[in-house]
């Protein structure tokens, strides 16, 4: 499993989600570009045109931004990059990309790697998707309310017209990841998807499959991530003349999902680095009166409470059969405390990754001391009171002591172990952050102007981070380094792309020198 993530090298938190504003230019005073939607293709020599220009038209007539398709051909070995040289040639918003190697995910890796628009969609070449839900596809991501958005062929309100086979085989891998990954998206593998380029930034060098896994893997970590994912019920017609070897694909996928449900369980994957800044999420903020996530704490720590209490209770009399009430006391809360506190630490408190997890469990020693201590007590005092006590008599105590030590354990768990993450997640602010500003652009404490980090002043916002006009005109403040303009070599390729704010019409050179 891919860990590295090259493009998020140096930066802690995605930037807050900005509305994405409409009629803006460029410095020729070309709308800006929005929208790239990739279109994979292999050996679709008979249905690329079709597609290509029936898209196109949708798009022209309806889409209100600037927008281009890019036609990613994966090795076809027929006259399919023929085909698209000469749509590239026709049609202006029209450009192709050859890739050597097969792979659907390969391709949208690679195209949406080195695009300029601010939101990257895709859709099958065959287009079995009515084209009426590509705008509300990607508004929520125009609009800045949600960092994904797929197409839904299961959702209530879709309209699908395929074969029971099909059908029986989506449902089925559908359940498949409900139950074994979690997953709350209903559909994985829909042709029609949309992703704001920051985030594909952060989430796509950690996608490891290259073939048609790649959806479902893409989702499933933006999910656990804490991503808003936006789900549009589509019109949906089978093409009976689809090349998709479906026992071969379940296989792959069923690969797939064992590799990622493996990955997350033991954290090896940087979830963090795709977390929003502080105060992005409503949740974020403080409700006088009402407790932070206190009310989905209590019932987290209650459910592990009580499968750690029945496996404590377990172990006590597994230990007792060869040794004393004391020792297996002991031991048994030993190994129930280990896995209370990792159990708390990712399902109570939402805390992934490896990162702490040594200090967590340190902490959550002492407070098995302390229920130690409280538990251990209780048997001391039955065995002076009566010596000759039975071991279900024992168990009882042991059951009030421990929810005696349950209550301590949560207060201390909650206010010491994992404290709320508003601590870490202002830690995460650049320490060069100016504190923010009034109307006039001073700062309450002081009056001064704030200044940014690399010496120019500019207008911050409440996390350190210049508002997009500001950005425009300041090509130093490029959210994920270099300049507006100047292409960025990813690491270990001779492949430049541009910024997120830089100048779409840097795309069009690379295009020409390609």
């Known amino acids: ?109 690679t195209v949406w790697s080195r695009s300029g628009a601010p939101v990257l969609a895709y859709m099958d070449v065959d287009l079995s998707t009515d084209l009426n839900a590509l705008l509300p596809l990607v508004a929520p991501l125009i609009s800045g309310h949600s960092d994904l958005a797929i197409g839904s062929r299961l959702a209530r309100s879709a309209r699908v017209v395929r074969g029971s086979k099909r059908e029986f085989v989506s449902r089925s891998y559908n359940l498949i990841l409900r139950s074994s990954l979690s997953a709350r998206f209903s559909d994985a ?40 994912i936006h789900e549009v019920p589509v019109d949906w017609v089978d093409d009976p003349d689809s090349t998709v070897h479906i026992v071969k694909t379940a296989t792959e996928d069923l690969k797939g999902v064992w590799r ?6 033991v954290g090896a994957l940087p979830l963090d680095r795709l977390s929003r800044p502080f105060g992005d999420d409503p949740r974020d903020r403080t409700v006088p009166g009402v407790p932070r996530g206190l009310a989905r704490q209590l019932v987290g720590f209650c459910v592990v409470g009580v499968l750690s209490t029945a496996v404590y209770l377990a172990l006590y009399s597994l230990f ?20 209370n506190t990792a159990a708390n630490r990712r399902l109570t408190f939402g805390v992934r990754g490896r990162g702490g997890a040594v200090r967590h469990q340190a902490q959550g020693l002492v407070v098995f001391a302390i ?41 201390l768990l909650r206010a010491w172990v994992f404290p709320e993450r508003r601590a870490d997640r202002a830690a995460s602010v650049p320490t060069t952050a100016p504190v923010p500003t009034t109307a ?16 120019h002043p500019a207008p911050f916002d409440a996390f350190g981070t210049a508002p997009r006009a500001a950005r425009r005109a300041a090509p130093h403040a490029a959210p994920f380094g270099g300049s507006r303009t100047a292409p960025i070599t990813a690491p270990g390729t001779d492949d430049p792309y541009t910024d997120l704010y830089a100048d779409p019409y840097a795309d069009d050179e690379l295009r020409n020198a390609r």
């Open 371 to 411: 229920g130690l201590a409280l538990t251990s007590g209780s048997l001391a005092a039955l065995s002076t009171t009566a010596p000759s006590t039975s071991h279900s008599t024992e168990v009882a105590v042991l059951i009030a002591a421990n929810l005696a030590a349950t209550v301590l354990r949560f207060l």
């Open 440 to 455: 006039d652009g001073r700062t309450p404490a002081d009056g001064r102007t704030p200044v940014h980090p690399a010496g």
């Open 189 to 228: 593998q829909c042709g029609f998807k949309a992703i704001r380029r920051e985030v594909a930034e952060r989430l796509l060098p950690m996608v490891e499959d290259t073939g048609w896994f790649f959806d479902t893997e893409m989702l499933v970590l933006a999910e656990r991530a804490g991503l808003r």
């Open 260 to 265: 990622v449900g493996r990955a997350l369980a």
């Open 320 to 339: 007792r059969l060869g040794v004393g009430p004391q020792l297996a006391n002991a031991g048994a809360l030993l190994v129930s405390a280990v896995a």
């Open 1 to 109: 499993m891919r860990t590295d993530n090259p493009w998020s090298a140096g930066t802690s938190a995605l930037p807050a989600r900005q509305h994405l504003p409409a009629g803006t230019v460029d410095a020729h005073g070309a709308p800006v570009l929005v929208l790239d939607v990739v279109v994979p293709v292999y050996n679709e020599e008979k249905d690329l045109e079709t597609c290509v220009r029936r898209l196109h038209e949708h798009l022209t007539r309806t889409f209100p931004y600037r927008f281009r398709i890019t036609i990613a051909d994966n090795a076809s070995t027929d006259t399919t990059p023929l085909v698209a040289s000469r749509l590239e040639a026709l049609l202006p918003e029209v450009v192709s990309y050859r890739l050597e190697q097969k792979g659907r995910g390969r391709a949208l890796r």
